[in-house]
């Protein structure tokens, strides 16, 4: 079980897991405009399209659970390091050219 940053969350936890159900997944598609190069540098636009994801499409271990550090982004700012997961997919992405952008499209319609 996760320790949450709040007591609060565990509400809206178990909320979601009553009315999605154990089984539900979401999907963030991520884009690429542009190449990556040998050296692991993306020359373009990296979109990430937030659509409801928790996880961000990248702690999903291959039996289903979903990887987690104690050093993780639920604390990023409070001066403690953030942590990537192993099967992070964007974890051997050394650089972006440009600014990454969120697609918002869903919380602003």
Known sequence: MFVPASTTKLFTEA?????????YRFQTPVYAKGDVDSS????GDLIL??????????????D???AYSNGDHTYANYGFET???PTDPLAGLKELAR???????????
């Open 15 to 23: 909320s979601a897991l009553d009315t999605l159900g154990a089984d």
């Open 40 to 43: 692991g540098h993306l020359k």
């Open 49 to 62: 399209v937030a659509s409801g994801d928790l996880t961000m499409g990248g702690r999903t271990t291959t």
């Open 64 to 66: 289903g659970k979903i």
């Open 83 to 85: 942590i990537l997961t």
């Open 99 to 109: 600014q990454n952008t969120w697609w918002q499209r869903h919380y602003y319609t």
